[in-house]
């Protein structure tokens, strides 16, 4: 398996712009989770995902923040209206639903917002 | 919630020498602890986890200890090598329906030649 997949890599936008990040997880995975790694706060759990179903998103910082997953092999994660303080790594990790407690993480998209 | 102090936030060590990285959590009924490495421009990866029902694990070069009592828990690297340099998280699991972890800070562990 190629391991979780994120896209874009780099995402360099204006304020006020729509940002859409993607991930793929490790096909038979039953987790999903979204993350936001910043020197200030570490890394912050946002959302994650059960068989496709948002269980937690307590960790959105505001409505601006949105999550999908339409599919066992999708998932994206979207910013409208983007805003400078948003600037940060956002990683994508998958696990599975029994066995260890492993969550595979994707490269992670840096997303710079000007 | 659960909360996770991790320390120290930098950590410079010889080639060679041992590496521990500490971390207290404040929910006892936390009963999985894992350790993640993330090298620059990567996602962390798991090195190591501990149960709560074991009190100490070791692969290779590392080992795991936990602390139930005290709620803390360490990582020990021994004979560092300059691969080892990266930042690393430690996080704990709260027992129960959740599956999601908290993490702690971080430690920019950087092995010097």
């Known amino acids: 398996d190629a391991g979780v997949i994120q896209s874009p890599r780099h995402e360099v936008t204006e304020m006020g712009q729509e940002v859409t990040l993607r991930c793929k997880p490790i096909s038979g995975h039953d987790y999903l989770f979204w993350y936001r790694q910043t020197m200030m706060r570490g890394l912050e759990l946002l959302i994650y995902f059960n068989n496709n179903v948002p269980i937690d998103d307590s960790g959105m910082p505001e409505d601006r923040f949105s999550a999908k997953m339409p599919n066992a092999s999708f998932s994206t994660l979207k910013i409208q209206p983007s805003e400078p303080r948003d600037s940060a790594v956002y990683f994508c990790?998958?696990?599975?639903?029994?066995?260890?407690?492993?969550?595979?993480f994707g490269a992670g998209t840096r997303l710079s917002v000007l | 919630g659960e909360n996770v102090e991790q320390h120290p936030s930098t950590l410079s060590v010889q080639e060679g020498d041992s590496a521990v990285i500490k971390c207290t959590y404040s929910?006892?009924?936390?009963?999985?602890f894992p350790w993640y490495k993330q090298e620059l421009g990567k996602g962390p990866q798991l090195i190591i986890d501990i149960r709560s029902n074991v009190g100490e694990k070791k692969d290779q070069r590392i080992a795991v200890t936990l602390n139930k009592t005290a709620k803390h828990f360490s990582l020990h690297i021994t004979e560092t090598q300059p691969e080892d340099s990266a930042v690393y998280f430690c996080a704990a699991r709260q027992a129960g329906s959740a599956r999601q972890l908290t993490f702690g800070s971080g430690t920019q562990l950087t092995v010097l030649p």
């Open positions: 990790a998958s696990r599975t639903g029994t066995g260890r407690d492993i969550q595979y």
């Open positions: 929910d006892s009924a936390s009963n999985y």
